[in-house]
């Protein structure tokens, strides 16, 4: 067994292998239920499913949300635009270590640091040309290794190229909604 940060590699290539050759194998279904708790406040659960959609466990994870002060929250707990950003450094983070390990490159430190930057008056509905999400994002990545500049620009691009979450936010992935009033 070969691992490089903390990545079996042998075990990745043989998943890479498995879904090329059985797309459905590649298939997920991710589900999440987030219900208002109070004033501001929401919390949402994490169900798990197996690749067949068959639940296997529920609330095998929960996140608290809420509002910064400044908005009318409580600050107990990140808001969902923060949530955003904490999800595309998970996103990369993975994305990183696995293509790194497939690579061969070692990671001796890895971190994100993002940002996002709104304009309230979209969200409140005060401005029409102002819109309601972040007008702006960054990432800087901080990697501390011995690749060669070359190998490290070739992973960020495989990573940015292959990442769901970069993916969603810069093609804007279709969304569907419906409202059940019970």
Same mark, same amino acid.
């Given at each position: 067994?070969?691992?490089?940060?903390?990545?079996?590699?042998?075990?990745?290539?043989?998943?890479?292998?498995?879904?090329?050759?059985?797309?459905?194998?590649?298939?997920?279904?991710?589900?999440?239920?987030?219900?208002?708790?109070?004033?501001?406040?929401?919390?949402?659960?994490?169900?798990?499913?197996?690749?067949?959609?068959?639940?296997?466990?529920?609330?095998?994870?929960? /996140? !608290?949300?809420? $509002?910064?002060? &400044?908005?009318?929250?409580?600050?107990?707990?990140?808001? %969902?635009? +923060?949530?955003? @950003?904490?999800?595309?450094?998970?996103?990369?983070?993975?994305?990183?270590?696995?293509?790194?390990?497939?690579?061969?490159?070692?990671?001796?430190?890895?971190?994100?640091?993002?940002?996002?930057?709104?304009?309230?008056?979209?969200?409140?509905?005060?401005?029409?040309?102002?819109?309601?999400?972040?007008?702006?994002?960054?990432?800087?990545?901080?990697?501390?290794?011995?690749?060669?500049?070359?190998?490290? /620009? !070739?992973?960020? $691009?495989?990573? &940015?190229?292959?990442?769901?979450?970069?993916?969603?936010? %810069?093609? +804007?992935?279709? @969304?569907?909604?419906?409202?059940?009033?019970?």
């Amino acid at each position: 067994m070969t691992v490089k940060n903390g990545v079996d590699v042998e075990q990745l290539g043989q998943a890479v292998e498995t879904i090329s050759q059985e797309p459905d194998a590649g298939r997920f279904r991710f589900h999440a239920k987030t219900e208002w708790t109070d004033a501001l406040k929401c919390a949402t659960t994490i169900d798990e499913f197996d690749q067949a959609g068959n639940r296997i466990r529920t609330e095998t994870f929960r /996140i !608290e949300g809420d $509002e910064p002060e &400044e908005i009318l929250g409580e600050r107990t707990g990140p808001n %969902a635009v +923060e949530l955003l @950003l904490a999800a595309l450094g998970s996103c990369l983070s993975v994305g990183y270590a696995a293509n790194a390990a497939a690579m061969g490159i070692d990671l001796e430190e890895l971190r994100f640091e993002l940002d996002g930057d709104i304009d309230l008056r979209g969200f409140l509905g005060i401005s029409e040309e102002v819109r309601p999400g972040y007008s702006t994002m960054t990432c800087t990545t901080y990697i501390t290794t011995d690749a060669s500049d070359d190998e490290v /620009i !070739e992973l960020k $691009e495989r990573v &940015e190229k292959t990442s769901p979450l970069m993916d969603m936010i %810069a093609n +804007e992935a279709p @969304l569907e909604t419906d409202v059940v009033v019970t």
